[in-house]
Structures are given as structure tokens and as C-alpha cells.
């Protein structure tokens, strides 16, 4: 099935640790985004990807770092967790960019940093 | 600021209809999302809206009106299973998305 997988789907982690979410995608889109969500909050944009080989930051980028080595992976790594960065995070990806394509979700990584 | 405003929470009877609001100031515009997003799950596309107007699809119907700046979601004969939270995006002049927090809509029978 087409889509996009995240991994892992759930994690608690000690504050101080190093984390990669993992994100890959099969439809061949071009831009790629990681979003957290937290409650009471909209979507946040953490980092994105037009193409392979490019990255941006978004709203919310400090503590993360992103990696465009290919097409299909987006990699996520918080290079030393903090109590802040529990949320859910989501990988999404779009067919388009500064088009108006939808954007396809993963199922989401819920992080818990103590 | 960018802002997207959307109630909180609201409750419908099934069978029923019901109308999401959404307002909006942003920097541009370049069109206007509505997700759904069930409970512990990922968003996924409902509707799109860049011109003026209601777009229908099936029970659903999302409406725009940019000198406004405001949409909303009209969802008709209303089933359990569209308890969810539904969130409402902006594009803005860089193409970027500002999302609202979203409004939980809860289905009584």
C-alpha cells in the first residue's frame, strides 16, 4: 500500500539522548515535511524538503535536524532530547511545491522525553 | 501575526447538520485547507478552497470567502463515525501552511 511509514510509532526517551524518527515514503514526492503537533496547538512545521538534496527550516526548528539524502527518506534527529519536544510528530510529503497539493500524513511518532 | 481561528469544540446530533467556522489573517493567501483527523490518527485531505465559493463534495462542503477571510466546513447528515477533529489551513504567500488548532466535533445519537 502507498504512502508514507514512520518509525517508531511510540518512544519515551531520557532527556539528554539522541533520537532519529524515520520517515520513508513510496509515491515518489518531491517535498516532504515534519510537523509536531501538541494539544491545543495547530500543526507546527519543524523542517521541510522541496527535493532531494535540500532542506528548510520551519516554525519551530531549534533541537531538530533533518537530512534529504534521497527521494523517499526525511530522517528526524533531535540531537539531545529536551522535556519540551514531547509531541506527536508527523511526516508528511506532497507531490508539489508552492503548489497546492494535498499532503499525505504518516500514521505519526509519539515521543515522550522524561 | 498569522492567525487561524477555529472553535474549540462542538457537538451535533447525528443525522443532523453542521457548520465548522474558520477565520483567518494571514500574510497572502493561496488557498485554504480542511483536514480530518481522527482520534490518534493522521490528518487526511478533505477539501480545498482558493476561489470564492462552496465546493461540495458528497456531505461535505467547504465555503471561502477571501475578502472576509473566512471559510467554513459544512458537514450534512452527520454519521458517528465523522467524530473527529477538524482542522482548518492557510497557505500563505510562501506557500507555506498555518494551521488552526483544530475543533473537536462530537456526535451524539
Known amino acids: 500500500i502507498a504512502g508514507i511509514t514512520q518509525a517508531p510509532t511510540s518512544q519515551i526517551l531520557a532527556a539528554g539522548r539522541r533520537m532519529t524518527l524515520r520517515c520513508t515514503q513510496d509515491m515518489r514526492h518531491n517535498a516532504m515535511y515534519w510537523y509536531r503537533q501538541d494539544l491545543g496547538l495547530g500543526l507546527r512545521l519543524i523542517h521541510y524538503?522541496?527535493?532531494?538534496?535540500?532542506?528548510g527550516k520551519g516554525e519551530v526548528p531549534d533541537g531538530y535536524s533533518v537530512s534529504r539524502a534521497n527521494t523517499d527518506d526525511f530522517p528526524l534527529t533531535l540531537a539531545s532530547a529536551v522535556p519540551s519536544q514531547t509531541s506527536v510528530y508527523f511526516c508528511?510529503?506532497?507531490?508539489?511545491?508552492?503548489?497546492?497539493?494535498?499532503?499525505?500524513f504518516g500514521e505519526g511518532s509519539r515521543l515522550t522525553v522524561l | 501575526g498569522q492567525n487561524i481561528d477555529q472553535p474549540t469544540e462542538m457537538t451535533a446530533t447525528e443525522g443532523a447538520i453542521v457548520q465548522i467556522n474558520c477565520t483567518y489573517q494571514?500574510?497572502?493567501?493561496?488557498?485554504l485547507f480542511w483536514y480530518q483527523q481522527h482520534a490518534g490518527e493522521a490528518p487526511t485531505f478533505l477539501s480545498y478552497?482558493?476561489l470564492d465559493g462552496l465546493e461540495e463534495k458528497g456531505r461535505f462542503s467547504s465555503f471561502l470567502s477571501r475578502s472576509k477571510g473566512y471559510s467554513y466546513l459544512l458537514l450534512k447528515e452527520l454519521q458517528m463515525k465523522d467524530s473527529a477533529s477538524y482542522l482548518c489551513?492557510?497557505?500563505?504567500?510562501?506557500?507555506?501552511?498555518?494551521w488552526g488548532a483544530g475543533t473537536k466535533l462530537i456526535i451524539k445519537p
Open positions: 494571514t500574510s497572502g493567501f493561496n488557498g
Open positions: 489551513a492557510v497557505m500563505d504567500s510562501n506557500y507555506q501552511l498555518i
Open positions: 478552497n482558493v
Open positions: 508528511a510529503s506532497s507531490d508539489g511545491t508552492g503548489g497546492t497539493g494535498e499532503l499525505f
Open positions: 524538503s522541496n527535493t532531494a538534496g535540500t532542506t
